[in-house]
Every structure is written in structure tokens, then in C-alpha cells.
């Protein structure tokens, strides 16, 4: 299959080097998001009248939790064999520069670490579970679009063979036919929805149910990555036998508890402020 047009990508994934230090693209998005979810927290803090004082700690809790729970989510769902079936693999566990993060481990990680950050900072800053959640999938929709793009540089997760004009050539891994660049499909849909929530919060925050947020964010984006895993290469072999892939999989307790989240939001109709906002 060929198309009339496409990308000749081969960017290389290393933005510069001075030694033995190699600055990445991926390193480098994937800190950027980290830093505009820091401001953008500190605006929650300026509107709600919160303790801007959580945002270093809630920063590294989040920085920590990413990358372990990413990391152990691609060890466990993608190549639980590899990992866990030598020594060797096993020490690879805690190498996760050598590749291998899986954004859906990443989200539990991050569910579990705000439960803690909430159950030690919560009466102090006049913050909640629920609230941390609402306001960081904001943030994390940002920060996704930002991860994808650091994919896109790196050249990998892409799609299958298209003849759409926007294919991508992704010539670093030896492609010679045009693929979905899949990653900007994503960062696309990550960007999109984290502009709709931030102008939700922004006009209608005082009308919305707490738990709204976070209910979207989880359909929305579990959704979209549900769909777009249609046009995926398999990451792994064993996927090639299955009617959904990992990552559908993956996905579908994500949306189910979003609706589920959206309907109790509803129900309950708590604000979705913060206690301390007059």
C-alpha cells in the first residue's frame, strides 16, 4: 500500500548530548507536562483559596507515582514473562530508562497516591479525595498530550498501514510504508479534552458536581484510547491472537467506572470546590 503523501519521519530521539549525558525529547515533554500541571494547580490554589504550600509535596507524589506505577504496569500486563521470569528481567524492573511505561499502570498509581496524599494533607489544606482528583485530570490530560508527542519523537506505539495522506514513515525503526502516527491521534484527543475540562472549570465551576471532572476525564480519555487502539500495532506478540488488545482491555474498567463516577456526581451534587473557597 502506498500513499500519495506522507511524513518521512527518522527525527532523532535525542535532542542533544554533552558527554554521557543524553537529553531526550521524551525525558523532556514528559517533564514539561510535570511543570505546567505545577501551575496549574497553583491557579486552582489562587481561585479556591488553598494552601499553595501542598504543591511541592503533591508534585513529587505524583512525579514518584507516575513513573513506578508505569513502569510496573507495562512489567505486569505487557511482559509479565520477561519480568518475572529470570533474575535478569527482574532487575530490569527498576530500569526503566531502558523503555516500557503503560500509561493505564500509571493511572492506578496515581489513584492510589492521591487516596495517601489526601488521607495525610486533607484536613490540613481543607482538600478531599475526590477533589484532588477532579482538579488533577485536568492537569493530566495536558500532560498526556505531552507524553504522546515524546512517543511520536521516540518513534514508537504507532499505527497499522494507512494510505491517508498524514501517514507517517517512521523511518528510525525501519518502516518503509506510511502508519497511523497514532501518538498525535491521541495527543490530539488528550489535548481536546483537557481545553473542554479547563473551560468547564474555569465558566461553570460553581454549578458543577464534585466528581464530574474526574467521571469525564476517565470516559473520555479511556474511551478515545479504547477506539484508537483499533488502528495499534500489537505492543506484544501474545496480542495478535486477541479480539481486543491489552490496552482495550485495559481500558474498559477505566470507562465503566467514569459513568459510574458521572452518576453518583449527579446524585450527590457536592461542590466541587474546595471547603475554603467563600
Partial sequence: MTAVLAVHW??????????????RWYSLLFISGFILGWFIFK?????????????DPLLYTLLIATIVGARLGHCLFYQPDYYLGSWKGFWEIFMPWKGGLAS??????????????????????GIDFMWLLDHLVIAVA?????????????SEIYGDVTSLPWGFIFENRGETLPKHPTQLYEALSY???????????????????????????????????????????????????MALNMGQLLSLPFIIIG????????????????????
Fill in 191 to 241: 489535548l481536546i479534552l483537557g481545553l473542554v475540562m479547563y473551560h468547564l472549570y474555569k465558566k461553570k465551576l460553581d454549578t458543577l458536581p464534585k466528581g464530574f471532572f474526574f467521571g469525564l476525564f476517565l470516559v473520555g480519555c479511556f474511551g478515545m484510547r479504547f477506539l484508537i487502539e483499533f488502528i495499534k500495532e500489537p505492543q506484544v506478540g501474545f496480542e495478535e491472537s
Fill in 259 to 278: 459513568i459510574v463516577t458521572l452518576v453518583i456526581a449527579y446524585r450527590k451534587k457536592s461542590p466541587a470546590y474546595a471547603t475554603t473557597k467563600k
Fill in 43 to 55: 491557579g486552582y490554589c489562587r481561585r479556591e483559596k488553598v494552601s499553595e504550600n501542598m504543591l
Fill in 142 to 154: 495536558f500532560a498526556g498530550c505531552f507524553i504522546r508527542l515524546g512517543n511520536l519523537f521516540n
Fill in 104 to 125: 493505564h499502570g500509571g493511572a492506578i498509581a496515581i489513584i492510589l497516591a492521591m487516596w495517601w496524599f489526601a488521607s495525610k494533607y486533607g484536613k490540613k489544606y
Fill in 10 to 23: 527518522h527525527v532523532d530521539p535525542v535532542l542533544f548530548q554533552a558527554g554521557p549525558l543524553q537529553v
